[in-house]
């Protein structure tokens, strides 16, 4: 695609996504819950999809920036993992993550885990390539944008 022609911003909605997976006998041990780990990798997968949406760009993971695991997930639980994009710097972008578990037959939904991944657009010679800024679409899409940016004030910078 000519880069040139590519718009100057995009918005929350434009790389919004949610992949889910049914939890099978790989994925959990001999009671029945899910390995963190295996919850992990698709957080992993699913938040990479939005950042290379959100770029047009290959993408490395930088950072894990939480991973907070609130609840289990079960053998047979249809898992979800919903991401948005939160916050875009230069070349990096992170990506806010939810999980929910629903068991099918009851239809009962828990909130499993939540994290932040930050991932650098990386371009064909691996180093780190701009992306588009990040724009809101809505009120809503403005705040999450805004609490992400004040988080983003009040810690330290990755290398400090
Ligand atoms: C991520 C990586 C490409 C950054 O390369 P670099 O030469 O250090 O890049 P820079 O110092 O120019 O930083 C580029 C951007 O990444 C951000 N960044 C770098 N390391 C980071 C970290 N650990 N956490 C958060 N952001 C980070 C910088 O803040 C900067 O953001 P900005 O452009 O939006 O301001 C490089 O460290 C790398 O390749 N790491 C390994 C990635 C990998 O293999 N991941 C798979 C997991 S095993």
Known sequence: MDREAEPSGRSI??????????????????????????IMRMVDEAAAIVAIKHSGRQVVTARV???????????????SIEC?????????MEVGVKVVA???ASREVRDVASSRVIY??????GHPTPVP???????????????ARARRDQTETPRE
């Open 13 to 38: 909605a434009y790389s919004r996504s949610t992949t889910s997976r049914l939890m099978d006998l790989l994925d959990s041990n001999r009671q029945g819950n899910v390995h963190g780990g295996v």
């Open 65 to 79: 920036d939480r991973f907070d695991f609130w609840k289990p997930a079960y053998l047979g639980d249809v898992v």
């Open 84 to 92: 948005w994009m939160e916050y875009v710097g230069r070349t990096s």
């Open 102 to 104: 629903e068991e099918p």
């Open 120 to 125: 650098v657009a990386i371009d064909e010679t």
């Open 133 to 147: 800024p990040l724009v809101a679409a809505s009120p809503d899409e403005e705040q999450i944008i805004a609490a």
